[in-house]
Every structure is written in C-alpha cells, then in structure tokens.
C-alpha cells in the first residue's frame, strides 16, 4: 500500500534524487516552495501551472467550480484558464481599501485547492490515468501558508490516489500542523549524500552562483563565499539580479526575491523599503498575514522613522494588523502602543487607538467593551481635528462606524445605527459614486445587521439584497439573508441563498455547516449529512459539527455512528455538557441507563442547568426504578423552562410511579391545558389516576 513520503536530506539535490527514485518518481511534479523565490504560495504556483492546463482541458467545469481559490493567490494563473470574478474589495485603489483578509480565509483557499486536487486525482483514476507525483522540495522553507496547504493535503489525500513527498532538511523549522501531519500521515527516509565532485569554480562564480539563485543555495562553497565575500561587491550582485527580474515579475516575485535582493543591495533605505512596501501592500490585500507581519517588521527595519514616517507607520501598522488573524494579539498592542510612543503626528494616534479598541472589543478574551470604547473616543476625537476638511469627513466615518460597532456589543442598538445613518448621509453628500465604494458598503452592511438585531427583518432583508447586487461574490451577505429567511420560518429562501453562496465561494467550513443544518431543519437528512462530512473532512476538530451530525444519525437510529462522533468530540473537549449529554442519550437508546446516568451526571456537573441533560437524566433514573429522582429533575426543568405539556407528562408517570397518583394527575391535567399536548398520551394516565384514586 503506498504511503505519503517524507525526505530528509541535506542537499536539495540529494532529497530530489531520492524522490526521483520512488516508482511513480517518473511522473513528479516537483515544487520548490523556498519563500525567497515567490513569497507565500511559491511551489503552489508551480503544482497549479502543471496541473491546470490538462484539467481545464478534460474537464473545465471542475476548475470553474474551483475557480476562485485556484486563482486567489496567484491571480496570474487566469492565463491559462481564464479571470475569476472578483468582490468590490479587490476593484478599488489600495487606499480606498478597508476591508482585509488574512490567514482564516487563505485556509479556505487552501481547502478549496485541495479538494480540487483530489477530485482531479479521482477522475484520472476513474479514466485509467495516474495522477503525478507531488513533490514539495525545501518545505522548510516555505511560507505558513503553503505549509499550511501541505498538512492538509497529507491529511486529507489517499495516497493510493494521490501521492504526496515532503522534502526537508533534517532539523526543520515547521507549522505545528505539518509537523503533527508528517508524523501521522508520511513514512521518513534518508537521503543518501551524493558524492562530492570537483568544484573549479573561483570565489566570485561562488557569490555570484549563490546570489543568482536568490539566496536559497544549500551549496556549502556557494555559502561560505557568499557570508566572506567583499559587501560592495554583493550589494551590487543584488542590484544586478533585482534589475533583471524586475520586467517580469510576478506578484509572487514582488513579494519573495525583489525585496530580498534590493534590501541587501545597495539603497536598502530606498530602493530595498519601496520593494517591501510594494510587497506589503500585495500580501495585505490578499490575507497573507504572515509574509504581511514579515513584511512589515523587514520594512520597518530598514525604514528611518523620522525621514520616513508614513511608511514606517504603515509598515507597524499593517504588521500590527497582520498579528491579529495569527492569534498574537500581545504583538498587535505591542506594535500599536511603539506607534504613539514614537509619534506626536495625529493620524498615528488615531491609527492606533482605532487598532487597539478593536482588538479590545473583537478578539482579546474576555473583550472589554468599555475600554474598547475610551480608545475608539480618543480616535473619533483625532479624527474631528483634521484639518482636510475631506480627510476629515473621511475619517470621522470611519471612526464612527467602528464606534457604532462598540456600542452594538455594548446593547446600544439605536445610538449605533444613528452613528452610521449619519456616516452614510455625509459620505453621500460629499463624495461621488464611485468613490470609497466598499468602506460605504461597509456602513450599508453594518446598518443592516443593526436592523436585523432590532428585529427589523423587511428593512434588514431589503438591504442584504441590495448588498447582494452590489457585491455579488461577497458571500457573507448571502448567509446573513439566509439567516433572517430562517428567523421568517422560510426555509426554501434561505438554502437557496446558502446554495448560490457554496457554488460562488470558497469552502468556508461555517457556510457549509449553516447549509448542512438548514437542510437537517427541512427533512434532508442526505443533503446534511454530506455538508457535515465535508466540513469535518476539511477541519475534523470542529466540535459544534461533530454534535450537530451526531443529533441527525441519532434521530436515523444509527447509534453507533452518531457515539463516533461524540466520541471524537471528546476526545477534544473531555468536559463539555453538551457531549457528555449526547452520550448518555446514545446509552439510553442502547439500553443502558446505568451508563447513562453517568454521563449525564458528567454533564450536569459541567452545567446544572442544562434542560436536556435533566430530562435524560430523568429517563434513566425512571428506567433505573428511582421516580423520585426523575420527579426531582423534572420538577427543576419546569422551574428553568416554565410549564411544557411533555415535561408534564413525565413528571406525572414519576408520580405516578412514586405511588402519588394525586399529584400525577394535577400534572397531567396542567398539561391538558396546555398548547401543544399530546392528548392522546394524557389521556390514559388521567383515567388511571383518577380511578387510582377513586380505589377502583
């Protein structure tokens, strides 16, 4: 049975003669990922160049359906295949923009790209054709994100089908997640040293050589002359290679060896912080965060922070930016808190204060809506001191619908979407339509989602749908419609909003599980059961999937499928109630309440009031011949949820059970009174209540 394949080696040269030793060796598509080559995506650039061509031609609706994650990071492979549509966000100038990606939706791409490349794998086989072999050369090297598109490629490929090799130095600088996937999904071998030959060449070829490969040599000669050799002489091999790749450089190159030759050359002030700076803003708009961190801490090294502050202030603060996707949000204040420090220069206060009340009332845990608030005040304040009375106005929206935001969390509904009809009304006023186009569908939006808190469905729904016809691709506004079609009870609106997002969007895993519950909810069992495998196919960590598949296979009596789940969930959250609770049901519905009820008793240890546990619990305890223990956990349902016909009813057989026929009937006749009882259930204990107690 063949395996995924790790090499490790020393020599790039070594690891790929192994590779080309593997029996499917002959039809490898070898991807040199180094990051100093094409930044983020270098070696994904070159596996998509192979394989697209051949796919587009035998089977171009699979590439369509994948289109936009295929072309998403390396926008340049549209010659091959044609353009991918775009959103607002990618159409207007740089500094119009304000709305950014970062690395949870490279992810997506990243899924999209491997499900492609699966589905490509199982249509060859299925022609009789052998997919090629892939081969990832220097992946310790590569950037977060192509390792990130490695991992999940060993993880989620049958290597009877599609074969992947993994090449690495035997010390590696690697994600936690390809380390974790090369440990479980790939077999290790050694690359043999190949024998050493002659070298004649001087000390200058040696520089040059090293120099020409844009620093990713692994030749111990080509090294060693580069670290010794005369500083001006390298500068100026720098600036030749720097002017020879510059004609046609691509936006991988502007990212990777353009501003690695021109920061060593001989302007690394100059030349070397306008490279980074072009590179920046590429890997900003695209949600590289981390070639944007890297970026941004590289031009703020080689940029002179009084002769050159708006850059080095846009290289911190896109940095600072780039570290909260990355789940460094210490960094991020760090960053921000280096700017005001630095500067007395009002945009850098602003800047900064806007950033740091955002990761207050966003993503720092628990938030702190409150302080949030004193930092995005002192932003408002800067920015209604402007003297451009454009910029002025320009800013002040800004601020305010980043306040407006605030005070949302803060339960001040009416106070922020007064915040941002008045932003809405100035940029109308002052600016033409085709100016600041997604910061004014930013404001729209976040009116709409205003409305839909404050329960003003018509006017929220009546808004997404004009969202929708300006920005077609950004689906996020098609599953917000869908969720206010759901609040309506209109299901058939509300998947085909999900159906027309799944077909223009990259796999977000929460799309496809809103779909996949939205399917459960009108009796497709089939449609939701395939959108909650692939969402865990894509992320098997995802717990809230795993409990809702595990709920549906319960309801179609497959126990044993829906107890994998729980488990699995388990086994990433020992303590959750909601787990434990799904357990114990699992055991009820096997026969056994003595283990139920100790499962239930975990979960309701983690959550006394959890209702569903209580009344599982109260089942088990009925079955185990303990009534007055179900009377009691009844009795504490009613008391969180309030009087329910069916939690009456099972208390009324406890009682009755417990030999205390006059209070099951009091309870079965509340129930009777009640919307929604089951008549035809009520009915017979009633009667054998009454003549219970009538000694009959």
């Known amino acids: 049975m063949p395996a995924h394949l790790r090499i490790v080696g020393d020599r790039r040269t070594d690891r790929l003669r192994r590779a080309t030793e593997e029996p499917d060796g002959g039809r490898a598509v070898v991807a040199v990922c180094h990051q100093r080559l094409r930044g983020p995506y270098t070696g994904v650039d070159t596996l998509l160049r192979a394989v697209l061509p051949e796919a587009y031609a035998r089977w171009p609706e699979l590439v369509d359906r994948h289109r936009v994650e295929l072309l998403y990071g390396v926008p340049e492979l549209a010659e091959l295949v044609g353009e991918a549509p775009q959103q607002l966000a990618f159409k207007g100038p740089f500094e119009e923009r304000t709305r950014f990606y970062g690395s949870q939706m490279i992810r997506c791409m990243n899924q999209g790209i491997v499900t492609f490349l699966n589905e490509h794998a199982r249509r060859l086989a299925e022609a009789g054709d052998p997919a090629p072999l892939l081969v990832f050369e220097d992946a310790h090297a590569a950037e977060p994100s192509t390792q990130e598109l490695v991992a999940l490629l060993l993880r989620r490929s049958d290597p009877g089908r599609l074969r992947v090799v993994v090449s690495t130095v035997p010390v590696a600088s690697l994600t936690g997640e390809l380390e974790g996937a090369l440990a479980r999904h790939t077999e290790t071998v050694q690359a043999v040293p190949g024998e050493p030959s002659p070298d004649g060449r001087s000390v200058e070829e040696l520089v040059r050589a090293y120099v020409m490969a844009d620093g990713i040599s692994d030749d111990p000669a080509e090294i ?51 490279a980074l700076t072009e590179g920046l803003r590429i890997s900003a708009e695209i949600g590289f965060s981390a070639m944007t961190l890297d970026m941004g801490l590289r031009g703020r090294a080689v940029t002179d922070p009084v002769a050159n502050a708006d850059d080095f202030r846009r290289f911190t603060a896109l940095a600072a930016n780039a570290l909260v996707p990355l789940h460094r949000l210490d960094e991020s204040f760090d960053l921000y808190m280096d700017l005001r420090r630095r500067y007395t220069d009002p945009n850098a206060h602003m800047i900064s204060s806007y950033g740091i009340a955002m990761l207050y009332t966003r993503f720092f845990s628990p938030r702190d809506h409150e302080t ?33 935001l605030i005070e949302m969390h803060r339960g001040n509904l009416e106070h922020g979407l007064e915040l941002i009809r008045v932003g809405i009304e100035r940029l109308d006023a002052m600016l033409e339509p085709d100016e600041w186009v997604v910061h004014r569908s930013q404001l729209l939006y976040n009116r709409t989602r205003l409305l839909a808190a404050l329960g003003r469905t018509d006017e929220a729904y009546a808004d997404f749908t004009v969202l929708i016809e300006m920005d077609p691709y950004y689906t996020d506004y098609l599953c917000e419609r869908a969720k206010i079609s759901r609040r309506r009870g209109d299901l058939d609106a509300a998947l085909a909003d999900y159906d027309r997002a799944v077909a223009m969007a990259p796999p977000f895993p929460e799309l496809f599980y809103n ?182």
Not at 527 to 543: K, R, T
């Open 372 to 404: 949030a608030l004193a930092w995005q005040n002192n932003a408002v304040a800067i920015a209604a001191l402007l003297p451009d009375a454009r910029e002025r106005t320009l800013r002040q929206v800004f601020n305010d619908n980043a306040l407006a």
């Open 515 to 696: 779909r996949g519950t939205a399917r459960a909810e009108v009796g497709d069992a089939d449609g939701a059961l395939a959108d909650f495998g692939y969402v865990l196919e894509m992320e098997p960590d995802d717990v809230a999937t795993r409990m809702r598949r595990a709920e549906l296979l319960l309801g179609l009596g497959d126990f044993e499928a829906a107890e994998a789940d729980v488990v699995a969930g388990l086994e990433l959250r020992p303590a959750d109630p909601e787990l434990l609770c799904m357990r114990g049901t699992i055991a009820l519905e096997y026969g056994d309440a003595e283990q139920a009820a100790r499962w239930l008793d975990a979960a309701l240890d983690g959550d006394p009031g959890y209702a569903a546990a209580l009344v599982n619990r109260a089942v088990a305890s009925f079955e185990l011949g303990r009534p007055a223990s179900s009377v009691e956990d009844l009795t504490r349902v009613l008391d969180l949820l309030g009087p329910d016909p069916d939690v009456l009813l099972n208390r009324g057989l406890a009682h009755e059970a417990a030999g205390s026929a006059d209070l099951a009937l009091r309870d079965v006749e509340t129930a009777l009174g009640l919307p929604g009882a089951d008549v035809a259930e009520l009915e017979p204990v009633r009667k054998r209540c009454r003549r219970r107690l009538a000694g009959v």
């Open 224 to 274: 060693a002359a580069y670290e010794t050799a005369d500083p001006e002489f390298v500068r100026r091999l720098h600036d030749l290679r720097a002017e020879e790749l510059t004609p046609d450089a691509d936006l991988g190159t502007r990212m990777g060896a353009l501003p690695y030759h021109r920061e060593r050359g001989a302007d690394p002030g100059g030349l070397g912080r306008e």
